[in-house]
């Protein structure tokens, strides 16, 4: 079982900066795949940010995009999504998810992949005076 950890939630002011942190552990685990998704009270989890460790490629959903960038340690399985400028619709619970190797989604579309993948706890981003 794959171990999925997230941190650096917290309580900042609108146009403020957070940085989330992601760590996915497991003995010879890699994760081909990680992400982070969110949540706010009365809504749907969301997709905020994907990406494939080997090779980087990252996918941002249009409401993050020219604000949170994600990027990945390979090395230590972790990801981080640096989020600035934020708003108060950006309040919410969020999520990282890290890639099944057994999942039959597995290799294929990096969001439908993690939805079968591993999730951590969460951790809570509040945007307000």
């Known amino acids: 079982q794959v171990r999925v950890a997230e941190s650096g939630g917290g309580s900042v002011q609108p146009v403020g900066s957070l940085r989330l942190s992601c760590v996915a552990s497991?003995?010879?685990?890699?994760?081909?795949?990680m992400g982070w998704f969110r949540q706010a009270p009365g809504n749907e989890r969301e997709g905020v940010a994907t990406?494939?460790?080997?090779?980087?490629?990252?996918y941002y959903a249009d409401s993050v995009k020219g604000r949170f960038t994600i990027h990945q340690d390979n090395a230590k399985n972790t990801v981080y999504l640096q989020m600035n400028s934020l708003k108060p619709e950006d309040t919410a619970m969020y999520f990282c998810?890290?890639?099944?190797?057994?999942?039959?989604?597995?290799?294929?579309?990096?969001?439908?992949?993690?939805?079968?993948?591993?999730w951590g706890q969460g951790t809570q981003v509040t945007v307000s005076d």
């Open positions: 990406i494939y460790t080997h090779g980087g490629t990252a």
């Open positions: 497991a003995l010879y685990y890699s994760a081909n795949c």
């Open positions: 998810a890290a890639d099944n190797p057994q999942s039959p989604t597995y290799g294929g579309n990096c969001s439908k992949e993690l939805k079968a993948g591993f």
